[in-house]
């Protein structure tokens, strides 16, 4: 099939205009809108890609796409395909594209408004678009269309952050096609349009009147709306006349332009606060308002009320809404005095309106405003809509700023001021009404040629508004007089003055007229200014229909030319004022007498004196006469005239020059070139303009010469036409006599250029003005003489100019304005030409670059010429051009840029751009020549070079510019093409420089510096972001490969190569360029990455030779891969390819193994890294990133020992703690500094936050600091500890003030220890399984720290939020190996019970429960968690038989709490505990938690009843129902105990413990029935019935004497038979209370003869067991399974809960104690009663025995009992009922606490306590003799004294093996108490009094003093723990080392004892360590 398809030929380019889903074999999906390339086509398929994936290829249907034309380049197999539509259409769409996917995403981001507005702007494109391509726009719509596309597409790239486009007549240009410079001027020009938008000189005021609001108003009113300036008190603008109906509606509301106006041609200076809108509004009705209807019918205009709008506030408006049109609403004042009418505008202005009454309180006017910017034509394409439905245009009075030469008016404006009249016999003023007509000279009213203001037609009659018995009216009412110009001559002005009656007929009597000529005799207008007119008298019936009769009258008082005909002398006057703005009308005498010289020749010479007297504005008007009469003159007599005639055409061509007439330079054109007929001026002008030049260097007022100079442009132009003119008629005669006489004119300027000021300024200013008009004259030389001829004189006039001209008056800046438009002229751009001007201009610029000056200039000039040779760059002469430019500029212009880069930036924001744009320029310059230097230029200009140095120079200075253009800030953010083009420049030149670095400074010649510029280079372009092409969209990304490839594998590549050549000078780069270089390969681009890992290996190579080691190279590898990998660089695929590459390099290198040790360790540290990296992007803290914080400050501890990396993440750690608010985890991690500083006085220096002070002071700042950690984590204990270690500290010194404040802060941790609750934290196990968790987590397991009131719920919770992917364990047990290589994560959570280390605070009765209770949860390593399971057969009826629980213990790396809440087990221990082991361990649980009830009960601590109810509810209703039956059913039958004879001491035990359980059940419910309140009395009822069943089943009748005392005794022991039962029973009632000792225990020691259980195992139950909230769970034996690991610690089934005797664990006084420990599962919650591993409370005579035994593993209180199970207050030795009552009266409260809240410290060698010291651990190494028993072995057992109990029997049987220690012999004689030694390996048992051993406590406390150490974790273990202070940990089994003598000893009374435990509880160094620099 594939011989069937044939390549495309014209078919190369479609759109889909269907989907395609491309199922076909072969098949290419497409969606609608996507483009695609067409390859091959076949039977109606075609084949090819998709344009945004060209890497997949396919086919698809031929009729899904719409061919569309394309230009084909590089045809063939990497054709690419150019479309031939519109290049907007083009960039359109791709940009639509681009939009259309960051679009969604900015919804997603939920930026509405941007959101919208560019869907807004999108549907606009789409829309233009499509008009565009119709093709049926008009060219100048298609242009505006095109503006409004590229307007829209640059405002959405600027908001999407895309690029800036440079465009060139919109469309975008190819950055290749056009010069450099070129290009950052298109660029440039963009940026500034958009920042800065070009301000416009023009304005204009859109006013749309809307309506009139006012009560009442029932007449039809007039508005008149104009412009006033009120600085100059005089309107600007015309008015503008609305009428409005009696409702204050338009009158005609059909006729838009009678409502809607704008105000045009308003200057900048028009748009100030000071300018106002006024409006006055006259009504036409009644004289008075308030008249009656049948008073008088007569209308008249009467005023109403005035308005006025500051512009100020519709420019606020502007600013807030722009291009909307804002409704305003004006107030509307009335005037109270209408002789003030003329000035009341004035008086709002001035806020003097108090004496104004408002319309009424909510009327006012209402218009719409908008102020528009541009000139009148941009505003008629903006706004078409204002144009095509009718606009009145009001006009300004007078011409506007700039006056256009095609501008006709005609307009003359005439203000009726004011009257003066009498009062003609009447009593009272008149009403004056004033009539005006303009009449023609025949008398003839002229019609229509009074306008009131525009928006209504004009009329021919105007009457005046009436002011109310007034005879000095005032009416300040402006009209214009629209007259046409041949009606002008002979014209006037009548005004007609009549009285209005106000009676009934409402009459108007004439009593007087005046007149005013329009146009005088001689052809002048009337003047500008007030004129008082005659009123002339006159009766109603005067007729005026012949004006000749009154025209002959004078009619003004004044100068004015008039008949001089007498007149009765008058007091009546009328003033008007008057104003011409007319563009065929003068009113300058002087101008009319000029253009009329040929009526008087005799006066020519008076009259071209008088012209530079006329106004410019007058000139201008009547420029084409002027200039006829100007040259009509010459020709007259040219010898008389032409120096005056020659003055006064540079007078008009200078007129010219000015703002305001600079568009009459057309004018002057077309008049030169079409009306100019001097054929001979050309002599005249040549000579005159000689002959001001020679005079120049003499003269000395130089300002004529200077306006002269100014105009010869024009002079030129008027010469060179002029000898045109001449050729053309004479045939071209005396042409040599022409060019003789400019080459003589032009020898005169160089003369005169080369003319050097002495001392004065004239005539330097002379030739500046020369210089500055000079460049002009070029194109006119050029019409008659070669180009080449012209050149050679341009280049001789500029090479005239000096080089060195005085400072002050240096011409410097004129001579390079000149210079530029020398290069911007015709001449420059000609190649001919521009080789004669080259040489010149090029050394005028290196002068002025050496110098640095001009720079702006220069910079504008080099722009030019570059872009000029770039587009003559085919021709032979551009490379000639290129050497030229090359040795005159390339060496300037590095040193120029390197100077601009070197300055400080200046201040000002306006200074600050011209820098950045003088220096983008520059860098345009060196780019654009650069790029067009080819081979041969670069090699010419390399063996330019002297010498090496001098080459060495170049180069550096070269390398330090491409530095500088590299840097982000050279260019804007959005300018990427500049930058790649920028790049695209460097490489090119970097390749071409790597030669001339290879063939002359290596081997002998080598110089470094030069070498590692070149390789520092490279290193930052590889790394600069605009080449990080992986960080653009994928369509950005094509382009930019397809123009230029990926120049980073370029420069790579290059630099390899360079580091091959270098041979043994590499050693000189080790291990400097290491950093540099892991940068780059840090690069996300694997082919760079595969070029540059090598290197490495290449220097671990030659460091190796060198040193024998690559030390250097692995200290900085390690330590730049930190930083990197921080800033976000780098990913697991680099890990892996520097693994591998490197790996592979080393195989076969001798130094393999320390290679590949150095790889391992830096890919283990990047593995950190990376996992740092990315916990760290989460904003909050959590988990993970302390985690892998801690690994990764391990493992510059451990692994690579680089100490201030470790210190620096110590405190990144300790920032995330406080963060987290783990202060007690802050304070440990500070430790870690903190320890390894000493109390010395070495100085260190200044680090991190840390100032330099000396090693003292920073060791004191952290130990503070560790200490306010401490209290806020509520560890005070450690904060204790370290407050008494800076006491000694400032002891020393004799700091006491600092000393008394350590003191207090102690005092204070005790208090709060004894005053503040502290809640007990949970742990939890957590296992993390599968690939896709980080490094530090993957496939290990932890125990956190949870915090406060954290349940195992909510700890899962968080962790599944931590990790949002993994998937939840559903089960405790290992994982499978499936697990841990998934690429996935899997979670494995379940809690665990601390295994506490410090067994000796625990086991203390008098240490208070809140105390001990930090020893049960801090320092620990180790954890438990148990799992029940059956072994064999189950039975179904009693499933006990066979229930056993397999305990697993797990081990820390380091104690909890430490640096982390987590922290990794390092190894687990699992044993399987019997079913017979487990019912022990059950049952001592419950009887513990009994117990600890029953007393809490008693003592009052408990502030109800119901849990003691609940228990006891529990126990003994399921032992009726079967609980203790099944024990009995299961170990008691004779099968049982015939098959397992080695259990028998466990059953005894057994049995032993259910007797006990009945015991204590029997005192509880004594102690029930004395507090039960009265409604629970029926539930005890039935509890007692119950008991009595539950007695019988047990087969107990009775219990015996001995067990009818009170079991709070039997801590751990059974009630036994008494072998003296002549002591009685002590019941409840009758006990009496013995501080805090008790003279009555029972021996219970023959029970651990045989068995496995240790005190641990007896003391508290699985958490499988006994956890539920209700106590009776846990005597429901019914058997279950194992529970879901991930079970609520509230809510696991209470089957399980109660079905799982724990098991025992092994004895920890062994010394391979952890082989046989078991760990609690957490499948259920650790809140239990009882546990296996925390001590049972003793009775005092135990506590005793305890005490001088010292076994740290004696059985303890459980820790894991609820708030008020946890409080054992001292409590009464007898179980009376009245105990509690007895106890309040005979203890006082200092016997309540006889411990300190701190671990006390060791007690003095004669203490009781420490009689049996020698009884430890340490002295029993046995190993068990069995793993399931391990206490197996026997001791000899202790004879008993004659006053022990008949059946005390040995105390031990095996005290080595066995746990139970703590089971205290107590004689039944309550003066004595058992006190035991050890003697040679016997136990011996000694009775003491009471009051002795009361005594003997007292003082072992009082004179124990508090101990500074924190227990250490046991013998032989080489984990790390959390890091303490030298005082807070025991040496494990080594001895300390050697300490300095302190200054002073603080305690000099000590006992040896003392000493020695001083000695041993200082914490020794393992190793000698580095004391920290830092």
């Known amino acids: 099939?594939?011989?069937?398809?044939?390549?495309?030929?014209?078919?190369?380019?479609?759109?889909?205009?269907?989907?395609?889903?491309?199922?076909?074999?072969?098949?290419?999906?497409?969606?609608?809108?996507?483009?695609?390339?067409?390859?091959?086509?076949?039977?109606?398929?075609?084949?090819?890609?998709?344009?945004?994936s060209p890497s997949i290829k396919g086919i698809f249907p031929a009729t899904y796409i719409h061919l569309k034309n394309a230009n084909v380049k590089n045809k063939g197999q990497f054709e690419t395909i150019i479309p031939t539509e519109d290049s907007v259409i083009t960039e359109m769409t791709g940009t639509l594209r681009e939009w259309g996917i960051m679009w969604k995403q900015l919804y997603v981001k939920n930026e509405g408004d941007l959101f919208h507005r560019l869907w807004h702007v999108m549907n606009e494109l789409l829309d233009l678009r499509r008009q565009v391509l119709v093709g049926h726009l008009t060219h100048d719509r298609m242009k505006d269309v095109k503006r409004h596309i590229t307007a829209r597409l640059d405002w959405g790239n600027e908001q999407m952050g895309l690029d800036l486009v440079p465009r060139k007549e919109f469309s975008m240009v190819d950055p290749d096609e056009i010069s450099v410079t070129e290009l950052y001027k298109l660029m440039e020009h963009r940026h500034r349009k958009k920042d800065t938008p070009i301000p416009t000189s023009t304005h204009h005021l859109f006013l749309q009147m809307k309506s009139l609001m006012c009560a009442n108003l029932g007449e039809e009113l007039e508005v008149f709306f104009s412009i006033y300036d009120s600085r100059e008190n005089h309107p600007v603008s015309e008015r503008f006349f609305v009428k409005l109906n009696k409702n204050g509606l338009p009158k005609f509301p059909e006729r838009m332009e009678r409502q809607c106006t704008l105000f045009v041609d308003l200057g900048s200076s028009d748009i100030r606060k000071d300018i106002y809108i006024t409006v006055h509004i006259i009504r036409l009705g009644r004289m008075a308002a308030g008249e009656k209807k049948n008073t008088c019918n007569a209308q008249y205009r009467r005023p109403f009320g005035c308005a006025v709008l500051s512009i100020a506030d519709l420019l606020q408006t502007e600013r807030d809404s722009r291009d909307s049109k804002e409704d305003h609403m004006l107030k509307v004042y009335m005037c109270n005095t209408e002789s003030e009418w003329y000035q009341i505008h004035e008086n709002i202005i001035k806020k003097l309106n108090a004496r104004y009454n408002l319309t009424s309180s909510n009327a006012g006017l209402s218009v719409a405003l908008q102020l528009l910017h541009g000139d009148i034509d941009q505003i008629r394409r903006e706004y078409p809509v204002l144009f095509t439905r009718g606009v009145a245009i009001t006009r300004k009075l007078g011409f506007s700023d700039i006056i256009m030469p095609g501008d006709i008016r005609n307009d003359l404006y005439v203000t009726l001021e004011r009257g003066e009249f009498e009062k003609g016999g009447k009593s009272v003023a008149r009403n004056v009404d004033v009539t005006m007509y303009v009449l023609d000279s025949e008398g003839q009213i002229l019609k229509d040629c009074i306008s009131l203001g525009s928006g209504e037609i004009p009329v021919s009659e105007h009457h005046s508004f009436v002011l109310y018995h007034n005879n000095s009216p005032r009416w300040a009412e402006l009209l214009k007089l629209p007259i046409p110009v041949d009606k002008f001559r002979g014209a006037h002005i009548r005004l007609e003055f009549r009285h209005c009656s106000t009676k009934e007929k409402g009459e108007k009597k004439l009593f007087g007229f005046s007149f005013v000529p329009l146009m005088q005799e001689d052809g002048r207008t009337l003047p500008d200014g007030i004129h008082e007119l005659l009123v002339h008298k006159c009766e109603e019936n005067t007729n005026f229909q012949d004006p000749a009769r009154y025209l002959k009258l004078q009619y003004c008082k004044g100068n004015l030319h008039g008949n001089s005909q007498p007149v009765k002398a008058s007091k009546e006057s009328f003033w008007i004022s008057s104003f011409l703005c007319s563009t065929k009308l003068t009113q300058n005498g002087d101008l009319l007498d000029f253009l009329k010289w040929r009526a008087h020749p005799e006066r020519i010479c008076d009259i071209l004196s008088k012209f530079k007297d006329i106004d410019g504005a007058e000139i201008v008007k009547f420029l084409q006469d002027?200039?006829?009469?100007?040259?009509?003159?010459l020709d007259e007599n040219p010898q008389k005239y032409g120096l005056k005639v020659f003055d006064s055409l540079v007078h008009i061509i200078n007129l010219l020059q000015d703002i305001k007439f600079q568009h009459f330079k057309p004018v002057m054109d077309t008049y030169i070139e079409s009306h100019f007929a001097g054929a001979l001026a050309y002599r005249d002008l040549i000579k005159v303009l000689k002959r001001y030049i020679d005079r120049s260097i003499e003269a000395e007022r130089q300002e004529h010469i200077q306006d002269v100079l100014r105009a010869q442009e024009y002079i030129f132009k008027y010469i060179i036409h002029s000898r045109s003119l001449y050729t053309l008629a004479t045939g071209g005669q005396n042409e040599e006599e022409f060019r003789s006489s400019i080459y003589e004119l032009f020898q005169s300027v160089r003369y005169f250029l080369s003319i050097e000021s002495q001392g004065s300024s004239i005539i330097t200013q002379t030739q500046a003005v020369f210089l500055s008009s000079f460049p002009a004259v070029y194109s006119e030389l050029l019409k008659l003489i070669d180009v080449r001829e012209v050149a050679n004189l341009v280049r001789d006039t500029l090479r005239s100019m000096p080089d060195v001209l005085h400072v002050e008056y240096s011409l410097e800046a004129v001579k390079l304005q000149c210079i530029a438009k020398t290069v911007e002229s015709q001449l420059f751009i000609n190649p001919d030409s521009r080789c004669i001007l080259l040489p010149v201009v090029l050394h005028h610029l290196h002068m002025h670059l050496q110098d640095q000056k001009d720079l702006i200039m220069c910079a504008r000039i080099l722009s030019t010429m570059f872009c000029l040779i770039k587009k003559d760059?085919?021709?032979?002469?551009?490379?000639?051009?290129?050497?030229?430019?090359?040795?005159?500029?390339?060496?300037?212009?590095?040193?120029?840029?390197?100077?601009i880069s070197n300055r400080s930036q200046p201040s000002g924001p306006t200074i600050r751009l011209q820098f950045q744009d003088v220096t983008g320029e520059f860098v345009a310059c060196l780019l654009a020549l650069l790029r067009q230097m080819t081979d041969k230029h670069y090699q010419q200009l390399l063996e330019s070079f002297a010498s090496k140095d001098d080459l060495r120079d170049f180069l550096l200075q070269i390398f330090t510019v491409f530095k500088i253009l590299i840097r982000p800030?050279?260019?804007?953010?959005?300018?990427?093409?500049?930058?790649?083009v920028t790049n695209n420049v460097i490489i090119t030149t970097i390749l071409y420089l790597s030669d001339a670095l290879r063939k002359n400074f290596l081997n002998e010649s080598f110089d470094f510096k030069v070498w590692e510029s070149y390789f520092y280079l490279a290193v930052i372009f590889i790394n600069q972001p605009c080449l990080q092409l992986e960080m653009f969209s994928p369509s950005k990304r094509k382009k930019v490969l397809e123009k230029y490839g990926d120049m980073r594998v370029m420069m790579g590549c290059e630099i390899f190569s360079m580091w091959q050549n270098l041979g043994e000078h590499k050693l000189q780069f080790i291990p400097g360029l290491i950093g540099p270089f892991l940068e780059v390969t840090l690069v996300p681009q694997a082919d760079l990455r595969n070029?540059?890992?090598?290197?490495?290996?290449?220097?671990?190579?030659?460091?190796?030779?060198?040193?024998?080691?690559?030390?250097?190279?692995?200290?900085?590898?390690?330590?730049?891969?930190?930083?990197?990998m921080s800033e976000g660089k780098g990913d697991e695929t680099y890990r892996e390819l520097f693994n591998s590459i490197l790996l592979k390099k080393i195989e076969r290198e001798t130094w393999r193994e320390s290679g590949i040790s150095l790889v391992a360790t830096v890919t283990r540290l990047m593995e950190r890294l990376l996992d740092y990296r990315d916990c760290m992007k989460v904003t909050e803290v959590d988990g993970k990133k302390i985690g892998c914080t801690v690994s990764l400050l391990n493992f510059y501890k451990t692994e690579i020992n680089k100490e201030e990396m470790y210190i620096r993440y110590i405190h990144k750690l300790y920032d995330l703690h406080l963060k987290a608010q783990n202060f007690t985890e802050a304070a440990y991690t500070l430790l870690l500094y903190d320890e390894l500083l000493e109390w010395s006085e070495r100085p260190l220096r200044e680090f991190l936050h840390y100032p330099m002070q000396t090693e003292w002071q920073r060791k004191e700042i952290l130990h503070l600091t560790i200490i306010q950690n401490f209290d806020k984590g509520k560890c005070w204990e450690n904060g204790i500890i370290l407050c008494r270690e800076l006491a000694d500290q400032y002891e020393t010194f004799y700091d006491y003030r600092n000393l008394s404040k350590m003191r207090m802060m102690e005092a204070a941790f005790y208090d709060k220890i004894m005053d503040q609750q502290r809640l007990e934290p949970e742990f939890f196990r957590v296992g993390f399984y599968g690939k896709k968790f980080p490094f530090f987590l993957r496939n290990k397991e932890f125990v956190c720290r949870g915090h406060d009131y954290e349940r195992l719920e909510a700890f899962q919770q968080r962790m599944l939020n931590e990790f949002p992917h993994a998937i939840a364990m559903q089960h405790a047990n290992q994982p499978e190996e499936t697990i841990f290589q998934a690429d996935a994560q899997y979670l494995q959570i379940y809690a665990v019970i601390p295994i506490p280390d410090n067994h000796e605070i625990l086991q203390k009765e008098a240490i208070p429960d809140h105390i001990k209770s930090f020893y049960r949860v801090n320092n620990i390593w180790r954890f438990r968690y148990d799992r029940p399971f059956h072994k064999g057969i189950k039975d179904k009826e009693n499933e006990f038989k066979s229930l056993w629980v397999e305990r697993t213990t797990l081990t820390l790396v380091q104690s909890l709490p430490g640096i982390s809440r987590w922290f990794e087990v390092d190894r687990r221990e699992v044993v399987e505990m019997s079913p017979l082991e487990n019912a022990i361990e059950v049952l001592e649980n419950k009887n513990q938690q009994l117990r600890t009830l029953i007393t809490q009960c008693q003592s009052r601590q408990m502030q109800n009843i119901n849990p003691l109810t609940m228990c006891l509810n529990g126990v003994i209703d399921a032992a009726v129902n079967g609980g203790l039956a099944r024990y009995q059913e299961a170990f008691f039958v004779k099968d049982y105990i015939l098959n397992h004879p080695e259990d028998g001491d466990k059953i005894s035990r057994l049995r032993e413990l259910m007797f006990e359980q009945a015991h204590i059940l029997e005192y509880g419910l004594a102690v029930h029935e004395k507090f039960v309140p009265q409604d629970m009395r029926p539930l005890h009822k039935k509890l007692v019935d119950q008991f009595f069943v539950m007695k019988s089943r047990l087969g107990i009748q009775d219990f015996p004497g001995y067990a009818r005392v009170s079991p709070i005794h039997l801590t751990n022991g059974s009630p036994r038979t008494c072998r003296n039962p002549t002591l009685g029973a002590v019941s409840p009632d009758g006990a009496r209370l013995v501080n805090r000792r008790s003279p009555l225990s029972y021996p219970a020691f023959n029970r651990y003869s045989s068995s496995s259980l240790s005190s641990q195992a007896s003391a508290e139950v699985s958490n499988i067991t006994g956890q539920s909230e209700s106590s009776d769970e846990v005597f429901q034996m019914q058997a279950s399974p194992s529970t879901s690991s991930l079970s609520s610690t509230h809510s696991a089934s209470p089957n399980v809960t109660s079905s799982a005797p724990s098991s025992a664990r092994g004895s920890p006084l062994l010394s391979d104690k952890h082989k046989h420990s078991r760990e609690n599962t957490c499948l259920s919650p650790r809140e239990r009663p009882c546990s296996a591993i925390y001590p049972i409370s003793m009775e005092p005579a135990q506590q005793t025995l305890t005490q001088q035994i010292g076994d740290p593993c004696m059985p303890r209180s459980d820790p894991n009992l609820s708030a008020p199970e946890k409080v054992m207050n001292p409590t009464p030795s007898s179980w009376s009922l009245d105990s509690g009552k007895e106890a309040r009266n005979c203890v006082p409260d200092s016997a309540r606490l006889v411990s300190p809240p701190v671990p006390p410290r060791p007690p003095h060698t004669g203490s009781p306590a420490k009689t049996y010291?020698?009884?430890?651990?340490?002295?029993?190494e046995t190993p068990p003799a069995h793993p399931r028993s391990p206490h197996k072995s026997s001791v000899q057992s202790l004879t008993p004294s004659p006053t022990d109990y008949q059946s005390l029997g040995p105390v031990y049987n095996s005290p080595v093996l066995s746990g139970s220690s703590s089971s205290g012999i107590s004689s039944l004689s309550r003066g004595s108490v058992t006190e035991t030694t050890l003697t040679d390996g016997t136990i011996t048992c000694t009775l003491i009094g009471s009051e002795e051993l009361i005594k003997r406590e007292n003082e072992t406390f009082a004179c124990m003093p508090p101990r500074y150490n924190l227990s250490e974790h046991g013998?032989?273990?080489?984990?790390?723990?959390?890091?303490?202070?030298?005082s807070l940990s025991v040496p494990p089994n080594a001895e300390p080392p050697a300490l300095p003598p302190k200054p002073h000893v603080l305690r000099v009374h000590r006992s040896e004892g003392e000493n020695r435990m001083d000695e041993i509880l200082v914490r020794p160094r393992s190793q000698p360590r580095k004391v920290s620099q830092l």
């Not at 002027?626 to 003159?633: C, E, K, Q, V």
């Not at 800030?969 to 790649?980: G, Q, Y």
């Not at 010291?1813 to 029993?1820: N, T, V």
């Not at 080489?1918 to 202070?1925: K, N």
């Open 1915 to 1926: 013998t032989g273990t080489s984990r790390r723990r959390a890091p303490l202070p030298h």
């Open 969 to 980: 800030e050279m260019f804007p953010k959005d300018w990427t093409i500049m930058r790649l």
């Open 1813 to 1820: 010291r020698a009884f430890s651990p340490q002295a029993f």
């Open 1091 to 1124: 070029v540059m890992i090598p290197i490495f290996h290449d220097m671990m190579d030659w460091e190796q030779r060198r040193t024998g080691n690559f030390k250097q190279v692995e200290a900085k590898l390690i330590d730049k891969l930190d930083s990197l």
């Open 873 to 899: 760059s085919s021709e032979i002469t551009a490379s000639e051009e290129v050497d030229m430019l090359v040795d005159s500029l390339l060496g300037v212009l590095l040193r120029t840029i390197l100077e």
């Open 1 to 52: 099939m594939s011989t069937m398809w044939i390549p495309t030929d014209n078919e190369k380019y479609g759109v889909v205009i269907s989907g395609f889903r491309g199922t076909v074999p072969y098949g290419l999906p497409l969606e609608v809108g996507d483009t695609v390339q067409i390859l091959e086509k076949c039977d109606g398929w075609y084949r090819g890609f998709v344009l945004k």
């Open 626 to 633: 002027t200039l006829d009469a100007l040259f009509g003159i």
